[in-house]
């Protein structure tokens, strides 16, 4: 994956929501989407195509076509990191080291930490979401991470990918 990417979590096949991530991935310029988990997709819909991601605990009740099937967790090399990304229900067989992204879902509780200099973040849920916050999802880039409204756009937080943090 390279530049942007519009990371978003627990959208559990609402198909409004996911039309919104679509704007939204415009909107915010992102160059990929990245589903943390629990799309719970209709196959025979477009919307749901084009979309890289892990496998939630609800999408195992799913029949999902000729879509792939997510894996349960998964890594890659981005902006000079190596990004983990697992739903959140399981225990990850990955060991992060420090400037290393841990991307998780399954709270729908957005949130972002940097423990011992390995960041944790979750975008919430795009649907529905468990505290006060609107569904959101966030924006990945190589200095920060930028949590968004989905129903606005609006920026609900941004936290820095530096170290010192």
């Known amino acids: 994956m390279d530049g942007k990417i519009l990371v978003f ?34 196959p025979g819909d477009p919307v749901w195509r084009g979309i890289t991601g892990v496998r939630g605990n609800m999408d195992r009740w799913y029949q999902y076509g000729d879509l792939p099937f997510p894996p349960r967790e998964r890594s890659f090399f981005w902006e000079g990191r190596t990004v983990y990304a697992f739903h959140g229900n399981e225990i990850p067989s990955f060991s992060p080291e420090k400037g290393d992204i841990v991307m998780s879902g399954h709270t729908h509780i957005p949130s972002f930490r940097n423990k011992d200099g390995v960041f944790y973040v979750n975008p919430g849920s795009a649907s529905q979401p468990r ?18 409204s989905l129903l606005d756009l609006s920026i609900i937080s941004r936290r820095s990918f530096s170290s010192s943090q």
Request: hydrophobic residues 45%; charged residues 20%; glycine residues 6%.
């Open 9 to 42: 979590s627990d959208i559990h096949g609402d198909k409004m929501a996911m039309e919104a991530i679509w704007r939204a991935k415009e909107a915010v310029g992102a160059s990929s989407l990245f589903s943390l988990g629990d799309l719970c997709p209709d």
């Open 131 to 148: 505290t006060s916050l609107p569904p959101s999802f966030a924006l990945l880039s190589a200095e920060c991470f930028t949590l968004f």
